[in-house]
């Protein structure tokens, strides 16, 4: 039975852990539509503003100032070169983010996060816009009609702003975006409100002259660090539709009907998203591998009242998103584990992590909270392995018994089961006894294990000494091999009912978790180590201030009763 329990073991960790990595180096991955390598930095390609407050013209040739600006596509047709010329880009800058607008279509051309580095080089600001080239840009505005969509989303747009920076002192800003044809009869106005130490923007939109319903876009991979792979949850495309998160990605523009409170972009940090304050549908679509897309319709009031929605683009901040009350910290899904989504690991995992930021407002240190979490965790379930334990013991202790009885009955499996279940009435062991503790705080070792791989919290959190970030995996490979050289220690010293060859076999297991445990995060490493050590000390403290050597007690009862 041990044997096949083994075998099972490793066939599992080999199909979880390596058919990934096993295509991957096979080259049998598709590869992405339109190459990150390839793709160039936004804010790289319009120059840069002179300040935070004033536009920029990306032609110098041009003195009109934003507001003068020729609009409507038939300029563009008869005049493509002036247009051109006339692009304008405007920065908007807070304490939390420096943002880009373009005239053109009034779309958002970058959105740098102050408070966040990137993962690659530690240096540069992350970065949620990526321009896609023939992708639309976020904040566009489309309609059901072909001809309005282009020229609302490649028309230059007059701009007014009332600020020139956003601190204490002025903490809103608007910045409204105004475009008309007298030839079409289109007029569109968005106006964008700014909050100097929020990620939410308030937008507006005013219309005329167009059909009944416009859509507001978040473009493509507006908020996607970090597509990732591997266990990390749903990344692309979300939305709360009645209540019950969607993450539908069909390969069509589809309408998904029913309250929206919110669409959304998001990887495993990071998050932009379109919450309408009226009613709306979404509008997801993947765009191809690694590219996804979404939009929220919003009906046009027949009063020409303006529609109002908000646009959140930052981290994945669990109080930051509670904070917006509709729902959107659900994006961080504390149920994740493996290959699927469970509601008793979300129950479980949320006070845990409650209990772990509590720790962290006094130590102010992740890694000694990762530490001092695991312990209190250990010493709660101290009883349950306690129990595991004596049952181990005494399984170990008649398991002479046990190969004698089926070594007997090894022909009739009927009469062996039936001997091996009156083995244990008498001696009183329950053969499940030693899992079924183990299984009780599985639950929590799981929460525990995916609220250090998901949250942002973790993510530029330092430990000390060579480890600079728990959300990156160790540099060195120092806490994975110690972590290995835990697991074999604990093996020598726990009780075992397994015959030699068995155990030898077993020892390929910490070797195998080590190679695992090398590509995860340095907090993962680091919470699994010091559970490693903690049941080393209790093991050692069991084995010497609670048993006495159970076996020979055993032994000598077997022996007063053949007396």
């Given at each position: 039975?041990?044997?096949?329990?083994?075998?099972?073991?490793?066939?599992?960790?080999?199909?979880?852990?390596?058919?990934?990595?096993?295509?991957?180096?096979?080259?049998?991955?598709?590869?992405?539509?339109?190459?990150?390598?390839?793709?160039?930095?936004?804010?790289?390609?319009?120059?840069?503003?002179?300040?935070?407050?004033?536009?920029?013209?990306?032609?110098?040739?041009?003195?009109?100032?934003?507001?003068?600006?020729?609009?409507?596509?038939?300029?563009?047709?008869?005049?493509?070169?002036?247009?051109?010329?006339?692009?304008?880009?405007?920065?908007?800058?807070?304490?939390?983010?420096?943002?880009?607008?373009?005239?053109?279509?009034?779309?958002?051309?970058?959105?740098?996060?102050?408070?966040?580095?990137?993962?690659?080089?530690?240096?540069?600001?992350?970065?949620?816009?990526?321009?896609?080239?023939?992708?639309?840009?976020?904040?566009?505005?489309?309609?059901?009609?072909?001809?309005?969509?282009?020229?609302?989303?490649?028309?230059?747009?007059?701009?007014?702003?009332?600020?020139?920076?956003?601190?204490?002192?002025?903490?809103?800003?608007?910045?409204?975006?105004?475009?008309?044809?007298?030839?079409?009869?289109?007029?569109?106005?968005?106006?964008?409100?700014?909050?100097?130490?929020?990620?939410?923007?308030?937008?507006?939109?005013?219309?005329?002259?167009?059909?009944?319903?416009?859509?507001?876009?978040?473009?493509?991979?507006?908020?996607?660090?970090?597509?990732?792979?591997?266990?990390?949850?749903?990344?692309?495309?979300?939305?709360?539709?009645?209540?019950?998160?969607?993450?539908?990605?069909?390969?069509?523009?589809?309408?998904?009907?029913?309250?929206?409170?919110?669409?959304?972009?998001?990887?495993?940090?990071?998050?932009?998203?379109?919450?309408?304050?009226?009613?709306?549908?979404?509008?997801?679509?993947?765009?191809?591998?690694?590219?996804?897309?979404?939009?929220?319709?919003?009906?046009?009031?027949?009063?020409?009242?303006?529609?109002?929605?908000?646009?959140?683009?930052?981290?994945?901040?669990?109080?930051?998103?509670?904070?917006?009350?509709?729902?959107?910290?659900?994006?961080?899904?504390?149920?994740?584990?493996?290959?699927?989504?469970?509601?008793?690991?979300?129950?479980?995992?949320?006070?845990?992590?409650?209990?772990?930021?509590?720790?962290?407002?006094?130590?102010?240190?992740?890694?000694?909270?990762?530490?001092?979490?695991?312990?209190?965790?250990?010493?709660?379930?101290?009883?349950?392995?306690?129990?595991?334990?004596?049952?181990?013991k005494k399984m170990q202790g008649i398991q002479p018994k046990v190969a004698a009885v089926q070594e007997?009955?090894?022909?009739?499996?009927?009469?062996?089961?039936?001997?091996?279940?009156?083995?244990?009435?008498?001696?009183?062991?329950?053969?499940?006894?030693?899992?079924?503790?183990?299984?009780?705080?599985?639950?929590?070792?799981?929460?525990?294990?995916?609220?250090?791989?998901?949250?942002?919290?973790?993510?530029?959190?330092?430990?000390?000494?060579?480890?600079?970030?728990?959300?990156?995996?160790?540099?060195?490979?120092?806490?994975?091999?110690?972590?290995?050289?835990?697991?074999?220690?604990?093996?020598?010293?726990?009780?075992?009912?397994?015959?030699?060859?068995?155990?030898?076999?077993?020892?390929?297991?910490?070797?195998?978790?080590?190679?695992?445990?090398?590509?995860?995060?340095?907090?993962?490493?680091?919470?699994?180590?010091?559970?490693?050590?903690?049941?080393?000390?209790?093991?050692?403290?069991?084995?010497?201030?609670?048993?006495?050597?159970?076996?020979?007690a055993l032994t000598t009862d077997e022996q007063g009763g053949k007396k």
């Open positions: 039975m041990e044997k096949r329990v083994i075998v099972f073991l490793f066939l599992s960790l080999g199909i979880i852990f390596g058919y990934e990595y096993l295509i991957k180096e096979l080259g049998l991955l598709p590869e992405p539509t339109i190459s990150e390598e390839a793709e160039p930095s936004v804010s790289e390609t319009p120059p840069s503003s002179t300040s935070s407050g004033s536009p920029t013209s990306s032609a110098p040739a041009t003195k009109e100032p934003a507001s003068l600006t020729p609009s409507g596509r038939e300029a563009g047709v008869q005049e493509p070169r002036r247009e051109a010329a006339a692009t304008e880009f405007i920065e908007v800058e807070t304490d939390l983010y420096r943002a880009k607008f373009t005239t053109r279509g009034a779309a958002l051309t970058s959105w740098e996060l102050k408070r966040y580095r990137s993962s690659s080089d530690g240096k540069s600001l992350v970065q949620l816009v990526r321009q896609r080239g023939k992708f639309a840009e976020p904040l566009t505005v489309t309609v059901d009609d072909t001809s309005h969509s282009k020229e609302l989303s490649e028309g230059i747009y007059r701009v007014e702003k009332d600020f020139t920076t956003l601190d204490q002192g002025h903490p809103t800003g608007h910045i409204t975006f105004s475009y008309s044809n007298p030839a079409t009869g289109v007029r569109l106005e968005k106006q964008l409100t700014f909050h100097t130490e929020s990620y939410v923007v308030d937008i507006a939109l005013k219309s005329s002259g167009l059909a009944e319903a416009v859509k507001l876009g978040l473009g493509t991979n507006f908020g996607v660090v970090d597509w990732g792979e591997g266990f990390i949850g749903s990344v692309g495309a979300a939305s709360l539709i009645d209540d019950k998160i969607e993450h539908d990605m069909p390969e069509t523009e589809t309408e998904l009907k029913g309250p929206v409170k919110w669409v959304a972009l998001q990887d495993k940090y990071f998050i932009s998203a379109l919450i309408p304050k009226t009613s709306a549908s979404a509008w997801p679509k993947k765009q191809g591998d690694k590219l996804v897309s979404t939009a929220v319709r919003l009906p046009v009031d027949s009063s020409g009242a303006p529609l109002e929605l908000q646009l959140f683009a930052g981290p994945k901040e669990f109080d930051t998103l509670q904070s917006l009350q509709v729902r959107l910290e659900d994006t961080i899904d504390f149920g994740w584990f493996l290959f699927g989504s469970w509601d008793t690991v979300r129950a479980v995992a949320k006070p845990i992590f409650s209990v772990l930021r509590y720790i962290n407002d006094y130590t102010h240190n992740y890694g000694v909270t990762i530490i001092l979490l695991t312990i209190i965790i250990k010493v709660l379930f101290i009883p349950l392995q306690y129990k595991s334990y004596t049952s181990m007997k009955f090894k022909d009739d499996r009927d009469r062996l089961n039936k001997e091996l279940i009156k083995l244990y009435r008498d001696h009183k062991v329950n053969p499940v006894g030693g899992c079924l503790p183990m299984l009780l705080q599985m639950p929590v070792f799981v929460s525990l294990f995916n609220i250090l791989y998901m949250t942002i919290d973790l993510r530029q959190a330092p430990l000390g000494l060579w480890i600079t970030d728990l959300s990156l995996q160790d540099p060195y490979y120092i806490l994975p091999i110690i972590m290995g050289i835990s697991m074999m220690v604990m093996q020598k010293i726990q009780p075992t009912t397994m015959d030699p060859t068995q155990a030898k076999m077993m020892l390929m297991l910490p070797v195998a978790m080590t190679f695992l445990f090398v590509n995860f995060p340095a907090g993962l490493v680091l919470y699994w180590l010091t559970n490693n050590v903690l049941s080393i000390v209790q093991q050692f403290a069991t084995d010497h201030l609670f048993f006495r050597t159970p076996t020979t």
